[in-house]
């Protein structure tokens, strides 16, 4: 029970923390001439990063930090962890990813924006649904295979959040401008839930492709560069 708590807390953080960062920036950031999109992609990419890593430093001795669904699939899928397991840890953070984006509400007063994830019109770069897909499923892919690679070797125990947190910066200042960048179907589903109408609409997309990109990841992880090592 305690891991599943750890990972309803440690999600929780992420959405409230990272998704708030989103829309603290682009709210302060609207109203000023001048300002690239390419500043605030910054700070919000850094937000979602420092999350993990203070999450990974909080919560990784319990439940090894997955807070997202696709990270656990990428973990069962290598081997790594029993399907009860699986089971509890999806729950843990589509709850903990709905509780982050009720902060957020309270937070800020409104459900309108809550740093939900969107495609066309709902993207800065008006990005399409298949390239929206395609982005999703190539930024999870590399995040989950950086995850199980690092945490699959002991002398990386250490920093491994400080990696993890620092790819997911990388990940975000690619992704932001496309999606917004979700690589997490919690972190998406919460917001999308309560800020409703397009979010919601579009959110199937944020669950499913993360799943794809986990899936690839972890069985090029389990069959090709496993064997590699041997």
Known sequence: ??????????????????????????????????????????????????????????????????????????????????????????????????????????????????????YAQASALGTSMVTAFIVEVVLTFVFVLLILGVTSKAEFANVSGLIIGLTLVLIHILGIPFTGTSVNPARSFGPALLAGGVALKQVWLFIVAPLVGAAIAAVVHRFVLTEADK
Do not use: R
């Open 1 to 118: 029970m305690k891991k599943y708590i750890a990972e309803f807390i440690g999600t929780a953080v992420l959405v409230t923390f990272g998704c708030g960062s989103a829309v603290a920036a682009n709210t302060l950031l609207a109203g000023e001439a001048g300002v690239p999109l390419a500043f605030s992609t910054l700070l919000i990419s850094f937000a979602f990063g420092l999350s993990i890593v203070a999450m990974a430093y909080s919560i990784g001795n319990v439940s090894g930090c997955h807070i997202n669904p696709a990270v656990s699939l990428g973990v069962l899928i290598a081997g790594k962890m029993s399907v009860k397991d699986f089971i509890g840890y999806i729950i843990a953070q589509f709850i903990g990813g709905i509780a982050g984006a009720g902060l957020l509400v309270y937070f800020f007063g409104s459900n309108e924006n809550l740093g939900q994830n969107g």
